[in-house]
């Protein structure tokens, strides 16, 4: 059979999971990556980061929504995935993922977004008129009360759910990563270490994701970059990646010294089909070399421009990396038989259904969002919103 080397069991000819599922959690990590980046300053009273705090927040909301679609276009009955809640089966990892997928949507994030533009929205309704005043008349749903002690209660609550949502980011993650992690019958994937790098990943992707959008976006709108803050984020983009790492080198070092029945295999599909997507694009150019950049804006002192384009470059670097793991956690982890005797490829379709046109489309979906909701809610002026001036070092673009 064309592109089957050795013995293949006929149901492992054709991977059962595509690239709609490496898509998954991709997105879901640059969701609980944001809102990560976000409770630095919410919850941990790290200032530097405020500029990028509102920003971190609708990258994660405009992310979130996309974040089903994929599975909802692998299913064959995308309307069957509505039977999660009417049936609830407690047992079953895939099945509550809706009911965690719902709590973290409507109750975490969508809750703290509302608490922090409540002043911003009605102070718009109130100057606004025609459809713009009906529409954000609805976003305030009809709570116009903004005095002192309103806002210092938004403010109060709107920090506890915050906290809330930091163990729920690491459930909504973590669980995808339990999920592989839980498949016994492969060893790619069955190692308790799975939901643990899934989730520092995902903290490094979507903290990558922000750093790179608010550069871009300040580029974009000719406005200085807040240097104290985009140095403050890549030092935490740095002291994350450095842990990723160690816990993925740490799971490596021990599948070399355990060395089962399944370590040959494993290693011949590093050293030959995922050697470009796991030694090239995941090690080399995602991991050690934005590692490396990094570091060298810790111990040298270069000029504002040059740490900004080292910064964004990085970033980049860093998500092709992220999804190169992805892609060989979910792709990797099917091209190799249960008896150890044969490989399969993956071939990638196009216009198909689970093609490479609708991963590009779901990849530009979430962004097409943020621009709508940057509309909406502008996270700009946070400074002023929040009534507390605060000293930055800048650089003009």
């Given at each position: 059979m064309p592109g089957v080397q050795g013995f293949m069991y006929p149901?492992?000819?054709?991977?059962?999971?595509?690239?709609?599922?490496?898509?998954?959690?991709?997105?879901?990590?640059?969701?609980?990556?944001?809102?990560?980046?976000?409770?630095?300053?919410?919850?941990?009273?790290?200032?530097?980061?405020?500029p990028t705090y509102r920003l971190a927040l609708l990258t994660a909301l405009?992310?979130?929504l996309v974040a089903p679609l994929p599975l909802q276009l692998h299913l064959g009955h995308p309307e069957r995935s509505f039977e999660m809640y009417?049936?609830?089966?407690?047992?079953?990892?895939?099945?509550?993922?809706?009911?965690?997928y719902l709590w973290y949507l409507m109750v975490v994030l969508v809750v703290e977004i509302w608490l922090d533009y409540r002043r911003d929205l009605v102070l718009v309704w109130r100057e606004s008129r025609g459809l713009k005043r009906a529409l954000y008349g609805v976003l305030t749903l009809g709570s116009d009360n903004i005095s002192p002690a309103a806002l210092r209660i938004d403010d109060k609550v709107g920090r506890f759910v915050t906290i809330l949502g930091i163990p729920s980011a690491f459930l909504l993650h973590g669980y995808v990563g339990f999920i592989f992690g839980s498949v016994k019958a492969n060893p790619w994937w069955s190692t308790p270490?799975?939901?643990?790098?899934?989730?520092?990943?995902?903290?490094?992707?979507?903290?990558?994701?922000?750093l790179l959008l608010y550069i871009v976006l300040s580029w974009w709108r000719r406005a200085a970059i807040d240097l104290r803050c985009v140095d403050t984020v890549a030092k935490y983009l740095f002291f994350a990646f450095l842990v990723d790492f160690a816990l993925e080198m740490l799971d490596l070092i021990h599948r070399i010294y355990e060395a089962d029945e399944?370590?040959?295999?494993?290693?011949?599909?590093?050293?030959?089909?995922?050697?470009?997507?796991?030694?090239?694009?995941?090690?080399?150019?995602?991991?050690?070399?934005?590692?490396?950049?990094?570091?060298?804006?810790?111990?040298?002192?270069?000029?504002?421009?040059a740490r900004i384009n080292l910064y964004a470059a990085a970033a980049v670097l860093t998500l092709v990396g992220i999804f190169a793991m992805r892609w060989n956690v979910v792709i990797g982890g099917q091209l190799f038989s249960k008896s150890f005797l044969g490989y399969t490829t993956y071939k990638l379709g196009f216009a198909t259904r689970e093609g490479l046109l609708p991963a590009i489309l779901l990849m530009i979906l979430p962004f097409g969002i943020l621009a709508a909701l940057l509309r909406v809610l502008p996270p700009w002026e946070d400074a002023a919103v929040h009534g507390r001036e605060i000293q930055v070092e800048t650089a003009p673009l």
């Open positions: 149901n492992e000819v054709e991977l059962q999971w595509s690239i709609l599922i490496v898509l998954y959690p991709f997105i879901t990590g640059l969701v609980a990556g944001a809102f990560i980046l976000a409770s630095l300053e919410r919850v941990f009273n790290v200032q530097a980061v405020r405009a992310f979130l009417l049936t609830p089966h407690t047992t079953s990892a895939m099945a509550m993922f809706g009911f965690v270490m799975m939901p643990i790098v899934f989730l520092f990943s995902a903290i490094v992707s979507g903290i990558a994701m922000v399944s370590f040959r295999a494993l290693d011949f599909m590093v050293h030959t089909k995922l050697f470009l997507s796991q030694i090239v694009l995941q090690i080399l150019l995602g991991t050690l070399l934005p590692i490396a950049m990094l570091a060298v804006v810790q111990v040298a002192r270069l000029a504002p421009r």
